[in-house]
C-alpha cells in the first residue's frame, strides 16, 4: 500500500498540496513517488554487494519497515514527494504528527532531520543510484509547530565523480516562514570500492 497517498489525518494544507503537485504531475515535470513501509528484497541484496560480510539476519529484515513509516497514520510522519528530473530537485510535504514532539508544541529536532536526511537521500539516490549519507549539516531556525505542514525543498548542487553535494530547505506552506537550512554530502557506493 503506497503511504504517500491522502488519508483521513492528513490537514487541509496538506491534501491541497498534495493536490497541487499532482496535478503539476499531469505533464511530467514532476513525478510522484510512492512510499511503502518495507524495504524491496532487490535494495538488501544491492546493499551485500557493497557490505558482503554484513550479517543481514534474515527474520529480522523480513520484519524492518522504513523508519519514517513506522507509526499508524497521523501520529507521526505524514509525508508525499515529487520529484522534477530536469532540476534535479525532490520536493517533500511534511505533517508531523503527535508522536514526534519535541519541546511542548513543537516537532522534535530529530524527526526534521529524519525528514531531511529522507529527503535529501530520495534526490541523492535519483540522481546517483546507491547512495549513502557521508554528512548532513543542519541549521534550524525556529521550531516547527506539531501537527503544521511544512514544504522540504530538496536539490543536487554539484556531483564530483562519486559525490553528490546537495542542499534543502524548509519552509511553511505559503513560503514565508523559513524553519532549517541544510547541506549534505552523500557517496554513491561502488561495488568495486567496497567499503568492508
Keep these: ?16 498540496l498534495f493536490d497541487q503537485f499532482m496535478k503539476k504531475s499531469e505533464d511530467g515535470s514532476w513525478k510522484h513517488l510512492p512510499s511503502y513501509k518495507n524495504k524491496f528484497s532487490r535494495r538488501i541484496e544491492d546493499i551485500k554487494v557493497f557490505f558482503p560480510d554484513a550479517k543481514l539476519i534474515k527474520e529480522k529484515i523480513s520484519q524492518a519497515q ?14 508525499a514527494m515529487f520529484h522534477n528530473h530536469a532540476e534535479d530537485r525532490t520536493v517533500c510535504i511534511f505533517q508531523g504528527g503527535p508522536y514526534l514532539q519535541g519541546a511542548p508544541g513543537f516537532l522534535h529536532g530529530g524527526a526534521i532531520a529524519t ?5 535529501l537521500g530520495m534526490t541523492a539516490l535519483i540522481a546517483g543510484g546507491i547512495v549513502m549519507t557521508a554528512n548532513l549539516n543542519i541549521n534550524f531556525k525556529r521550531p516547527i509547530p506539531l501537527c503544521s505542514v511544512v514544504v522540504i525543498n530538496s536539490q543536487v548542487d554539484k556531483v564530483e565523480g562519486r559525490k553528490l553535494f546537495l542542499s534543502c530547505n524548509i519552509r511553511s506552506v ?12 552523500f557517496v554513491k557506493l561502488d561495488p568495486e570500492k567496497s567499503l568492508t
Design 1 to 16: 500500500m503506497d503511504l504517500s497517498l491522502p488519508n483521513p489525518s492528513w490537514s487541509k494544507d496538506m491534501r491541497l
Design 66 to 79: 522504513l523508519f519514517p513509516r513506522n507509526f499508524e497514520e497521523g501520529l507521526g510522519f505524514e509525508y
Design 115 to 119: 525528514m531531511i536526511d529522507s529527503t
Design 174 to 185: 505559503d513560503e514565508q516562514t523559513l524553519y532549517s537550512e541544510a547541506t549534505s554530502l
